[in-house]
Structures are given as C-alpha cells and as structure tokens.
Antibody, heavy 121, light 107 residues
C-alpha cells in the first residue's frame, strides 16, 4: 500500500536550519508530486510547497520563499524539506502528502505521520 | 490571493443529526475545492475533491456540493467518529490554500 514515512521530531534554536525527510513506498515515486503542509500547535493547515519527484521542479508558498528548499533523492524514494533561519513561530508539525493523481491535482492523499519541529532557545 | 473562509468556527451537534459546513472563497475557484477531516493526534484525511467527488473509502454519508465561491460539506447522519476538525482547500496557479477549519463537536 502507499505509505509516506517521515523522519523524527527535531528541536532547534532560533536561527538554525532543519531538514525533514519523507520516504515514499508502494507506488512509482517519480509519478506523483509530493507536497509539504505544516500545522502550528492548535492551529490550522498551511501549505508550504510542492516538488515534482520526476525532475525536481518546485513551487513554494510566497511566505516561505527564500527559506524553504525541497529536494528529492530518487534512489531512495525520499523527498527532503530544508527550512532555514528558524523562528519560534516555525514550531509546528510538518506533513508530507502525496498528490492524489499522477496528473497533479493538488488534492492530498495519503499523508505522512507528521514530524514535530520545535524552535526554542 | 484567494482566501477561503469556513463557517461556523465550531458546530455542536448530536449523533444522528445532519451537519452542514460551509467554505467560501474570495474569488471563484470553479469546482477546484477539497475537504479534509482531521482527528486529534492524526494526520488529515481527504474526504472530497473536485467539490463533490468522494475519495476512496469515504462513507456515502459525506457529500460535497457547490461551485464558484460557495461550497458545502454535508454529513447526512453523524456517527460518533465524525466529530473532528474539517478543512477546505483550494489550488490555483501552483499554490495551495486552506481554510481555517470548522470544529465539529458533540453537543
């Protein structure tokens, strides 16, 4: 079955960078876009960006432009999200989620289990 | 930027009742809208996409309707497991946007 397994929780200080990974299995990795969405504690969902695993092309929400980088490793069916210049308000659960269809739709299904990033001095 | 506004923020109902959740877009999204359910401590789950198509495995009591700027998620008869937070989502110009969510709680 399709599965997305994310890396574990991270604790960082303000100004640090963090890398979160998302390993895909159960389908052809290059055929489906992968998205990143975050959720601050007790808050709603916020779309971060998307990567095409086939060629590495990306699109980012304007809010994160210049601080976020999405990359992929086809040999391990893994995508990575790097977020730099961390602030306390970056504390959130970060989810990866696969596009529902091979012709990208931006409908997200399934989702990874989430990775909590805590930014605190 | 197209803003999605959900209403109400919280909806209190009893099992067996009908739930109607609303999502309004600031600009037309045609039928490019999805709904997600999120239970405490869990990842979101896709319920409805393209405004009215049920995702795989979603019970028939969930239905979506609307087009343009006004959309509705209806749960025909609430089951205990339906009490959760619901989000709508739009996609446009290679960007995704979520509504702020509606919390459906047991009355």
């Amino acid at each position: 079955q399709v599965q997305l397994v994310q890396s574990g929780p991270e604790v960082k200080e303000p100004g640090d960078s963090v890398r979160i990974s998302c390993k895909a299995s159960g389908y052809t990795f290059s055929s489906y876009y992968l998205h990143w969405v975050r959720q601050a504690p007790g808050q709603g969902l916020e779309w971060v960006g998307v990567i095409n695993p086939s060629d590495g092309s990306v699109s980012y929400a304007q809010k994160f432009q210049g601080r976020v980088t999405l990359t992929r490793s086809p040999s391990t069916s893994t995508v990575h999200m790097d977020l730099s210049s961390l602030r306390s308000d970056d504390t959130a659960v970060y989810y990866c989620a696969r596009d529902l269809t091979a012709v990208t739709s931006f409908w997200l299904d399934p989702w990874g289990q989430g990775a909590l990033v805590t930014v605190s001095s | 930027e197209n803003v999605l506004t959900q209403s109400p923020d919280t909806l209190s109902l009893s099992p067996g009742e009908r739930a109607t959740l609303s999502c309004r877009a600031s600009e037309t999204v045609y039928t490019s809208l999805a709904w997600y359910q999120q239970k405490p401590g869990q990842s979101p789950r896709l319920l409805i996409f393209d405004a009215s198509r049920r995702a795989s495995g979603i019970p028939a009591r969930f239905s979506g309707s609307g087009s343009g700027t006004d959309f509705t998620l209806t749960i025909s008869s609430l089951e205990p497991e339906d009490f959760a937070v619901y989000f709508c989502q739009h996609r446009s110009n290679w960007l995704g946007t979520f509504g702020q969510g509606t919390r459906l709680e047991i009355k």
